[in-house]
């Protein structure tokens, strides 16, 4: 049952300056649940698995996914702590102008919105190559036939085909995005269950104790095995299968205008999704990788040997399970990432609104409106539009054989968001003991835990704009196909903001904007209690 009624949110929200416009039909487990569904073990576990086995093999995952999911539990738990007191759409934007001015907020908006489009494109192209895989495994022609046996095309086809697909769900109801995220969770408990179970059962061997946390492998092309290289450059590359898969559980905070109880119910949903996808993606991989027998062939990148690209789980799959439960591996998987997608839909569209409502993007007044079903309808069209045009290099292919897109639009999203994470975190960590919690807070803990937030999120950004393979660096080898173009587009984004704050934006942007009138009354706040940690 929820903590408060629906009237006591509606005064909270008051209080912060906006009426109730969004419906307010989301429980408590559905604001946790679309955070899950966003996390999506059955979408970056499988999608970036490749990731981590090329860039330090085994011990980029068994050993990486624990201690990179600790740091990430701490930033959930900052940012926990600010939805409690700030239970609003625009989430991490509306807590870095409300702790440090304008200035602070417009910059924040807009890497979380970036970032949000990206996590929408790159998990939306992942369920496309699953839906392209499993539609090519019951038909021996499909390959070569379909848009003339290009997989790119191929794939950017159905990457489209569920962009409108997702894009239709949201615009129907937004009580029923709230029931398709609570089926969501318990898709993606019982599903990654049955995978374990299948890689459990169903391989005739498995690797040993040793080679799943000590082996190492380096198909990156850079450096050596286990060199300075490996271990201060290519294995910190690997990180970013962790990095990538639990994020998005912002959405708790996008979401809090149409959950019930948000100050606690937000607050519980963003460390509690980054919590159980920890430890459930965690026995997912450590699956994957004990089922990961015949190595010669994983780490194989030609066409002939693998169809599925070296290091890839599809790989590890494909040479470990039978036909049939390989099938029935893929459908699972594929079925959660559209759910996932569906999920990021959501969350960009709840950003763009509340964004727009505070006239911070061109447009903004066509963003920012809610039809007659309470769902911003146009705000989750430019969503989709936005995905769909950053994904478009993906019809290029890579030396590799892997399209240019996917990683570098990964990058792009995780950076883009933790960035904007880091920045309210910070200011919280710089307003001291005098800032004003909601009903859910650290206590005194927030001194360290925000310190650490903000440094793992630092490292891991300098890290995410480096070139994935040596043909990315200017020199000999050099080719546009290979470059890791996040920086490119993170530093023309960061550039535009520049400029468009000092010619312009400065002079009429004064952050987050009342919609309402408050009453005379006083509005009274929860109490107060200290949240063990």
């Given at each position: 049952m929820s903590d408060s009624t629906p009237s006591d949110d509606e005064s909270v929200l008051a209080s912060l300056g906006y009426k109730q416009e969004l419906h307010r039909s989301w429980s408590g487990f559905s604001n946790f649940a679309i955070s899950f569904s966003i996390i999506s073990i059955l979408a970056g576990c499988f999608t970036t698995f490749g990731q981590a086995w090329n860039n330090g093999g085994p011990i980029a995952i068994s050993l990486g996914w624990p201690v990179i999911s600790a740091f990430i539990l701490i930033i959930g738990l900052c940012m926990a702590e600010l939805v409690s007191a700030y239970p609003t759409s625009g989430g991490i934007y509306w807590w870095a102008a409300k702790l440090g001015?304008?200035?602070?907020?417009?910059?924040?908006?807009?890497?979380?919105?970036?970032?949000?489009?990206?996590?929408?494109?790159?998990?939306?192209?992942?369920?496309?190559?699953y839906l392209n895989t499993f539609i090519d495994l019951f038909s021996d022609g499909y390959a070569t036939g379909f848009?003339?046996?290009?997989?790119?095309?191929?794939?950017?086809?159905w990457f489209a085909a569920l962009m409108l697909l997702i894009t239709a769900v949201n615009i129907f109801s937004s009580h029923l995005l709230a029931v398709i995220n609570n089926v969501s969770v318990w898709w993606h408990v019982f599903g990654a269950l049955i995978v374990v179970l299948?890689?459990?059962?169903?391989?005739?061997?498995?690797?040993?104790l040793s080679f799943v946390f000590t082996e190492r492998i380096n198909n990156a092309g850079i450096g050596g095995d286990g060199d300075v290289t490996f271990w201060f450059y290519v294995l910190p590359l690997g990180f970013l299968l962790t990095q990538y898969t639990i994020t998005g559980y912002d959405a708790s905070a996008h979401l809090s205008e149409e959950t019930q109880g948000a100050a606690n119910a937000a607050a519980k949903g963003i460390w509690q999704s980054i919590l159980y996808s920890a430890i459930g993606g965690w026995i997912l991989l450590l699956a994957f990788l004990f089922a990961a027998t015949e190595t010669d062939v994983i780490n194989s990148f030609d066409p002939e040997v693998n169809p599925y690209g070296g290091g890839s789980v599809l790989s590890v799959l494909?040479?470990?399970?039978?036909?049939?439960?390989?099938?029935?591996?893929?459908?699972?998987?594929?079925?959660?990432?559209?759910?996932?997608?569906?999920?990021?839909?959501t969350s960009t569209s709840r950003m763009l609104f509340a964004f727009s409502?505070?006239?911070?993007?061109?447009?903004?007044g066509l963003w920012s409106k809610v039809d007659a079903k309470g769902v911003p309808r146009n705000a989750?069209?430019?969503g989709a539009g936005a995905a769909v045009v950053l994904t478009l290099p993906a019809l290029y292919e890579s030396p590799s054989g892997a399209p240019t897109a996917f990683y570098a639009v990964v990058s792009i999203g995780v950076i883009g968001l933790y960035l904007a994470f880091a920045i309210p975190i910070y200011l919280r960590w710089k307003a001291g003991d005098g800032w004003q919690p909601g009903p859910w807070t650290l206590g005194s803990k927030y001194r360290w835990m925000s310190l650490l937030a903000v440094a793992e999120i630092a490292?891991?950004?300098?890290?995410?704009?480096?070139?994935?393979?040596?043909?990315?660096?200017?020199?000999?080898?050099?080719?546009w196909?290979?470059?890791?173009?996040?920086?490119?587009?993170?530093?023309?984004?960061?550039?535009?903001?520049?400029?468009?704050?000092?010619?312009?934006?400065?002079?009429?942007?004064?952050?987050?904007?009342?919609?309402?009138?408050?009453?005379?009354?006083?509005?009274?706040?929860?109490?107060?209690t200290e949240t063990d940690v």
């Open positions: 001015g304008a200035k602070a907020g417009y910059y924040t908006g807009w890497l979380n919105l970036v970032g949000l489009v990206a996590i929408l494109a790159s998990v939306a192209y992942g369920a496309a190559i848009l003339g046996g290009n997989y790119l095309y191929q794939q950017f086809f299948v890689l459990v059962f169903g391989p005739d061997s498995h690797q040993s494909a040479t470990s399970l039978s036909p049939a439960l390989f099938k029935l591996v893929v459908f699972i998987s594929m079925s959660g990432q559209i759910y996932c997608s569906t999920a990021c839909m409502r505070d006239r911070a993007v061109p447009g903004s989750v069209l430019a490292v891991t950004s300098v890290y995410f704009v480096l070139p994935f393979s040596p043909d990315g660096w200017p020199g000999d080898g050099f080719t196909t290979a470059v890791n173009y996040a920086p490119i587009v993170l530093v023309a984004l960061l550039l535009a903001l520049f400029i468009g704050w000092h010619v312009s934006v400065k002079h009429w942007f004064t952050g987050p904007r009342s919609n309402v009138d408050l009453p005379d009354r006083k509005i009274e706040a929860p109490a107060v």
